[in-house]
């Protein structure tokens, strides 16, 4: 990582101002030590008259100096964090390996991040600030006594360099275990919030509890351990610090040095520890400091699921054709997802893509949308490789519906303007409309609060939601990952139903489970295990042995209608089932 020269001069100002800080309240200390024990000898005040001066300056300097470290101090730790923060997010914004995205980067957005700010101003700072005086210090004792500079030396030594040194140790040791624990409490506070129901619905939440409130403990007593091995650290920097003051009294009056000189020599060694006996803290932070760093270091080199070309090419003009050949995507350490698909989408075709679970649909679309990378094969975009374009560009001419579609923490009317940020409220009800969320939106209005997770809205309505959202966006090509994934039948098929309407005269790759309605499609492709298996058009491939007739034979069977329900004209066939059923949910 290169620190850019603004930042270092900041630092490096942040720094001598700390340091002049510290050297004034050095100066402070002793012409005070030097000026009250020079007074008690009663000397005219013209001799004191410099001192009294210097006492002033050295008070008034201290203080400026202070608020000048502060102040630049934290300029350059938070313009670091903001730094550190916004390279977070660059690194986090495209697309990576799914499994990659784990909950804990939560944490490390938030939280090790922070330890940008912690290394600056609670470790750099005040350990270039402490060295200064203690130098300073050094001479002056130096100058008067070299044996109390000695001591001196001893006793900075065990409370800036040993003690410190103990303490990161001690850090280190309990840092790790307590890592491990906090990663276990996590783990069960995370059950609890999230499985709340299913514990209560199996009368575990007593033994969930149990099992949190233990791990709790566990924190509590190595957090006690950590602040003990802490105290005893700073406890004995101030014993070191007290020790050293009396050997440098003794040595003073050993040597025979006046009254004035042995005040000045034992408070200088005496303020000399002040910036020092911090850096026993300091110490103690950093091993959680150089590891949330790390931490953060590791997001930014995930590797991108996609690679940039280093010279995009500009989009070609529409209307688009895709054309996927020979496609072949593979998922790390997996068997081929998809293995030698080929499909055209022409404008204003619809093409159904249909398989058992597992098929490689939600991949092929994902190499679509430029969010995994081929292994070979290709995919053009009227004739333009989309390797050779920004993802960006490729997700401008093809995208729509992802497999879990997420509905942000915001008002639906911003839930849809995510993919329309200019849109006025006339092409919003247009797309809810044709979404057929209409009488939903209408009942719990524009502004209603939709929550973390989507769970403030059914699934059915969560996945009318994205369709919306994928309308208003106006892909020039449409791709649909399971519109009525894991809703039930009635309201998938009038999903399905609405969809197949909505998409009418568009280019439209579809993902579906459900057959129902494919009939108005052009094309229906057939996958299982990463191949195509079978294609064409609906009414051929129900009329020829296979998978897909399997299928269409098994929903076809599947479908019965509710208890008392008399089955209403049209519903004999699947497609008219699916109006029925669309019927009903409306
Ligand atoms: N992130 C991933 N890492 C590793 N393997 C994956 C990953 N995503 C999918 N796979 C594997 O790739 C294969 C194809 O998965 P894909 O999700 O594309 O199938 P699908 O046809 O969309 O299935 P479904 O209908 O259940 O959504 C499966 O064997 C799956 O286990």
Redesign the pocket.
Known sequence: MTVPPSVILRLLGAAAAGAAAELAGLGLIATAAWLITRAAEQPPLAALGVAIAAVRAFATSKGVFRYAERLAGHDVALRALATARERLYHALAPAR???RRGADLLTRMVEDTEAVQDLLVRCLLPAAAALTPAVAALVIELVLLPRAALALLAGLTVAGVLLPAASYAAARRWGAEIGRARAALAERVADLVHGSADLAAFGATGRALAAASAAGDRVDALERRRARALATAQAGGVLTQGLTACAVTLTAQAAGAGTVATAVLALTALVAFEPVLPLAQAAERLPGITGALRRTREIRRLPRAVTEPDRPAPLPGGPYTVEVRDLVVR??G?AP??DGVSLTLTPGKRVALV??????????L?ALMRLIEPESGSITVNGRDIRELRAEDVRRVMTGLP?DPYVFRASVRENLRLAAPEAGDEELERAVRRARLDRWVAGVGWDAGLGEDGRTVSGGQLQRLALARALLYDPPVLLL??PGEALDDATAGAIMADVLDATRGRTVLM?T?RLTGLDQVDEVVV?DR?RVIQRGGHEELIRTPGHYRDLWEAESRAWRPPAGQPIIAGTGSPSGRAAAAHHRER
């Open positions: 390996p799914p499994e998922h790390p997996r997802a998809v398989g058992p679970s597992g098929a490689g649909k939600s991949t092929l994902a497999q990952d399971e993902v489970h996958l990463g």
